[in-house]
């Protein structure tokens, strides 16, 4: 979530956040039990649609009318990205994990730093830091949970103990933090940008410490990552064209919404052929490193320009 989203919007997260993570101190096996229907809720509620009005950025892109042969190009090349990761996926599946946690980590932290206008070479670091810490946050600190998902589409892993985990976590967090300092000291961001983000750090490390690996993750991506964005984009689209409402937002995003809802469907339901041996959350895994390979391309474009 980057700084410039509503405060009516960052404390109800924030308070959402603290309570899973209060409920996770308490009440871990009720948590266990909704982890799944809160998956499914949130990712489809929030997390497809931040991602299905991609067509919107495209045409924001290229400012003028497009073509159809233009719309067919992007739906064909978007599609096709989607179809060819899922292939990498089932013949490479570790080299395609190894891409999607980059990818996915340096997605996330571009879209906490949008706003702040640094060299390239420290932009690139600072995105990828931070996305690791997010994505170490649910995975790393869970790593029981976490490498049994992990193993089943790509293979055995390493047999590393928790407390490698827990340190290796442990010192992402202490570079981002370093780095955010850093940025102070450079005059790159004011004093109020370094609390705040010292806090949304101190906010998500007690959160996915004390959730669930698939709760914290699922807080995350759809809450603190998705919901920003999509907020961010009906902003924009509010200005471009004047009436644009919430409604209209999702209107636009049902198409490829229900595509994707269908494509995951058709994949549970072969899961067993096209990934033997795999459970329908690691299924789930592959659907989203999928759908989310061209997403994460278009939105860093969109930030190019």
């Known amino acids: 979530m980057s700084d410039n989203t509503s405060i009516k919007i960052v404390l109800p997260v924030v308070a959402i956040s603290l309570t899973f993570a209060l ?14 229907p809160l998956l499914g809720i949130l990712v489809m509620a929030i997390g497809l649609p931040h991602g299905a009005t991609d067509y919107l950025l495209f045409r924001r892109m290229n400012k003028t009318k497009l073509t159809n042969k ?16 899922l292939g990498l996926w089932m013949v490479f599946p570790t080299l395609s994990f190894i891409i999607f946690i980059l990818i996915s980590s340096y997605h996330f932290g571009q879209s906490n730093w949008e706003n702040v206008s640094l060299p390239k070479s420290v932009t690139y670091l600072l995105n990828l830091l931070w996305g690791l810490f997010a994505v170490g946050g649910a995975v790393l600190w869970h790593w029981e949970e976490s490498k049994t998902i992990i193993s089943q589409v790509i293979g055995n892993l390493p047999d590393y103990t928790q407390s490698t985990m827990n340190y290796i976590q442990f010192w992402i967090i202490c570079i ?20 705040k983000e010292i806090g949304k750090i101190v906010i998500l490390s007690f959160m996915f410490f004390f959730t669930p690996m698939l709760v914290g993750f699922t807080l995350y991506f759809t809450l603190w990552h998705s919901l920003g964005s999509l907020l961010n984009q009906l902003a924009f689209y509010k200005k471009i064209w004047p009436g644009f409402t919430l409604k ?16 995951f469907i058709i994949m549970v339901s072969g899961h067993s052929y096209m990934l033997p041996g795999v459970s329908i959350i690691s299924t789930f895994l592959v659907f989203i490193a999928c ?15």
């Not at 409920?23 to 799944?36: A, E, K, R």
């Not at 209209?248 to 494509?263: E, K, N, V």
């Not at 759908?291 to 320009?305: D, G, K, M, N, R």
């Open 176 to 195: 981002n933090i370093g780095l955010i300092i850093f940025l102070k000291f450079s005059d790159f961001i004011s004093f109020n940008r370094l609390w």
């Open 248 to 263: 209209d937002y999702y209107r636009q995003a049902a198409p490829y919404t229900i595509l994707a809802l269908i494509g």
């Open 23 to 36: 409920m996770g101190l308490s009440f871990p096996d009720y948590l266990l039990y909704i982890q799944y």
């Open 291 to 305: 759908v989310t390979l061209p997403h994460i391309f278009v939105v860093h474009e969109s930030y190019q320009q």
């Open 70 to 85: 233009q719309i067919l190009n992007f739906f064909t090349i978007y599609l096709s990205a989607v179809f060819g990761f």
